[in-house]
């Protein structure tokens, strides 16, 4: 299925860009997340991020489906 996966702060940074489209098999945003990191440099856990599916807060294991949009959230820290 293809998916559009959205990085966001330090993993737009690790990956080197915000968006791109990916031929998966991954069933879930954090089986996308582990199926795509090691090739982009992404180095979070992905036990550490929060997941939007199509714009929505998702849980790690929510099933995806073909055409829809992964924003991958990592933790984020202010002062």
């Known amino acids: 299925m293809k998916i559009t996966a959205t990085w966001h702060a330090i993993l737009r940074e690790q990956a080197g860009y915000s968006e791109e489209e990916v031929q998966t098999n991954a069933s879930s945003p954090a089986g996308l997340y582990r199926e795509l990191a090691p090739d982009r440099g992404l180095r979070l856990p992905s036990e550490?991020?929060?997941?939007?599916?199509?714009?929505?807060?998702?849980?790690?294991e929510t099933?995806?489906?073909?055409?829809?949009?992964?924003?991958?959230?990592?933790p984020v820290s202010g002062g």
Do not use: C, H, M
């Not at 550490?48 to 790690?60: K, T």
């Open 63 to 74: 099933t995806l489906r073909d055409g829809e949009r992964v924003a991958f959230l990592p």
């Open 48 to 60: 550490s991020l929060r997941f939007a599916v199509n714009d929505e807060i998702a849980s790690q």
